[in-house]
């Protein structure tokens, strides 16, 4: 039986990963709607296609960036839950779509997997802790707290990389922001899920390899994500001007009492 859930892809300049991770996405979730947009890249994508009958080639006439560009791509079907996939992840395990699907459900609308390196290691980029008090400093910065579980745990948000979406309540709170090119946007529409009263669960059991870096720099788009996201969340000018000198200082000492537990041990 056909998986009711679409699998998203934006493409920029990624061919040769898309070329290696599409045929990974097809293997695990066999009946699943594909779909790959090319963000205006100017890779030619023809043989792919022609390979690949039945994913379905979306081609922008501009780049609309990560957020818009999924927008695009899910007002193109009506699959019960979406999963967003960069095209530099590659699944490492068998069911992988099906185990992240089973997790979704109730008031869990978002799931994403442990992201691993292409040396097995962890990617601590790949949620943001919701609870303790370093998370709770670094979310009223406008930034994330980053700790390694091997537990599925409640997260403030979880890497737009590889994640899984209800249809459901992605749509009840418009999608993704498309004034957020690329960065951050995850942690947006994560935030704006959560307030809206559903769950975020990062689910380590779950692995999926992805090559942080080949999409884009984040030092080219990080600042502009990270004052936009400030802007729209964080009201008190009060708290954008001390709490990130806050998060800052919590971060190094938390850092240093960390390795010395370590040490301890």
């Not at 395990?93 to 292409?118: I, Y």
Request: proline share 4%; with cysteine; charged share 25%.
């Amino acid at each position: 039986m056909a998986l009711d859930v679409a699998i998203q892809l934006v493409n920029y300049r990624t061919r040769a990963h898309l070329e290696e991770c599409l045929p990974d996405v097809l293997a695990d979730a066999p009946g699943a709607r594909v779909l790959v947009l090319d963000n205006a890249s100017g890779d030619d994508l023809s043989a792919l296609a022609a390979r690949h009958p039945e994913v379905e080639f979306v081609t922008a006439d501009r780049n609309l960036g990560y957020g818009a560009g999924h927008n695009l791509l899910a007002a193109r079907h009506d699959a019960g839950a979406l999963l967003f996939l960069n095209p530099d992840t590659r699944f490492v395990e068998r069911r992988t779509v099906e185990r992240l699907l089973a997790a979704l459900g109730g008031d869990v609308v978002a799931v994403g997997p442990q992201l691993v390196s292409g040396d097995g290691s962890w990617d601590p980029r790949d949620h943001g802790e919701l609870h303790g008090f370093r998370a709770r400093v670094a979310q009223a910065a406008g930034a994330s707290h980053y700790r390694r579980r091997d537990a599925p745990a409640d997260a403030a948000w979880v890497s737009g990389a590889a994640c899984l979406v209800s249809r459901r309540a992605f749509d009840a709170v418009g999608g993704f922001d498309p004034a957020f090119f690329l960065y951050k946007e995850e942690e947006d529409l994560f935030l704006r899920m959560r307030r809206a009263g559903g769950r975020v669960l990062y689910l380590p059991s779950v692995r999926v390899r992805h090559d942080e870096g080949a999409v884009a720099s984040r030092e080219a788009h990080m600042p502009d994500s990270a004052a936009r996201f400030a802007d729209k969340h964080i009201r008190s000018g009060l708290q954008r001007r001390v709490m990130p000198r806050v998060h800052r200082a919590v971060a190094v000492w938390g850092g240093r009492w960390d390795r010395l537990r370590g040490l301890a041990r």
